[in-house]
């Protein structure tokens, strides 16, 4: 079989890449013959002949443009996923968008201590009552839980109160308008169902905080107070219910919401993983020249790896009328892969020192080097 080989010259037709993915592109175009030349004479040509097609060079071409692309956005990608994380997959091409930094991961992170603190989160915290019996100290919760609609094991109880009057309603100094007028004055402001006039016009607010906790921390010290045990579902209450008390208060949570590990996106797909960042692969004509010196060392790596393959088929030598022709397909492989792997190396060395927190080093350094610097020019003195 007689294949036609590389005869010198090339001209780029839309189609002729097998993923099309930059065919349109004009510059993409216009490279692919250029580096079809500039492959062919590294690699020996016309000295020697390259049993290549154009193809070949328009195939290695693209998959170095992609290749390149796929290590930039993995970059990209990683450095910003904490910011993707959780968006909707609907959102726009991130190729050409800044990235912003958000601390919705952070906060999604913190809420699980918040629900456990009961200041908010991602545990729904309940309320329930149980009707105290006068006499009776201990209570059995798996019956409450059975009353919620609840299994006992996934109860846990976070806050067991009773709704004692609150301190503002027995703090009130019957003196407090005797001979002023304040309470009257107070009532033509509308502030007359507060504490008393004199305090919200004569004291700060922390006076009147400090005295809701001195009628609080009486209650615990100086009377028996409300309080309870709780022990494997038994409740035990303390002092014994009297006729005088009516409910006593829970607030829990369902254990099967704390284990549940996925968070409730109300039926919206968003980005869970690396794969899902919404990046394509770029723009050719967008790549500076130095990506592009990249592309062409990578590409021509690719080439020399078909030819590499090409003339293995052959073996060593092929028989010649006058001498025997020596391939060198094992060092076109050797060098293929070396200067590859060498490559990807330098590519990825050189979006780590361009990485957020590489940058924002180097910009301290170059504060404190600056500072040092400034700190050797003489201070004029001025006289006034």
């Known amino acids: 079989m007689n294949i036609p080989i590389w005869p010198g010259s090339s001209s780029f037709a839309v189609g002729q890449t097998p993923f099309g993915f930059y065919d349109t592109d004009l510059q993409f175009q216009q490279d692919a013959d250029k580096f079809a030349i500039f492959a062919s004479r590294r690699l020996g040509y016309p000295i020697v002949d390259i049993e290549l097609q154009d193809i070949n060079f328009y195939a290695a071409f693209e998959e170095a443009v992609t290749t ?174 009297s006729d005088n008390m009516d409910k006593l208060w829970v607030r829990y949570i369902k254990k099967s919401d704390r284990n549940n590990p996925y968070v409730d996106t109300n039926g919206t797909d968003v980005i869970t993983n690396i794969s899902q960042v919404p990046y394509t692969n770029p723009v050719y004509s967008d790549i500076n020249s130095i990506g592009r010196q990249w592309i062409f060392e990578y590409a021509l790596a690719i080439v020399k790896e078909i030819l590499g393959y090409v003339r293995g088929k052959y073996g060593n030598e092929i028989p010649d009328p ?51 610097e400034l700190s050797y020019v003489p201070w004029k003195i001025f006289i006034g």
């Open 68 to 241: 390149y692309g796929n290590e930039l956005f993995a970059y990209q990608a990683a450095e910003n996923f904490l910011s993707f994380q959780g968006a909707s997959q609907t959102i726009a091409s991130a190729n050409n968008s800044l990235p912003q930094p958000n601390l919705a991961t952070a906060i999604r992170l913190s809420d699980a201590y918040g629900a456990e603190a009961g200041v908010g989160g991602n545990v729904t915290w309940y309320s329930g009552s149980i009707d105290l019996i006068t006499g009776r100290q201990n209570y059995n919760l798996e019956a409450f839980a059975a009353q919620q609609g609840i299994d006992p094991w996934d109860l846990e109880i976070k806050q067991v109160y009773y709704e004692a009057p609150p301190a503002i309603v027995r703090y009130f100094d019957p003196y407090a308008g005797t001979g002023t007028g304040m309470m009257q004055l107070l009532d033509s402001f509308g502030f007359g169902g507060y504490s008393p006039a004199i305090n919200f016009l004569m004291m700060p607010v922390n006076y009147d905080m400090q005295k809701l906790q001195a009628i609080e921390f009486n209650d615990q010290v100086r009377r028996s107070q409300y309080s309870f045990e709780l022990i494997n579902n038994d409740l035990k209450i303390f002092p014994i219910p």
């Open 322 to 372: 006058n001498e025997k022709l020596t391939l060198n397909a094992p060092d076109l492989l050797s060098s293929a892969k070396d200067t590859r792997d060498a490559l990807i190396e330098r590519l990825r060395a050189y979006f780590e020192e361009t990485s957020r927190k590489k940058l924002l080093e180097n910009k301290a350094n170059e504060a404190e080097s600056l500072q040092k």
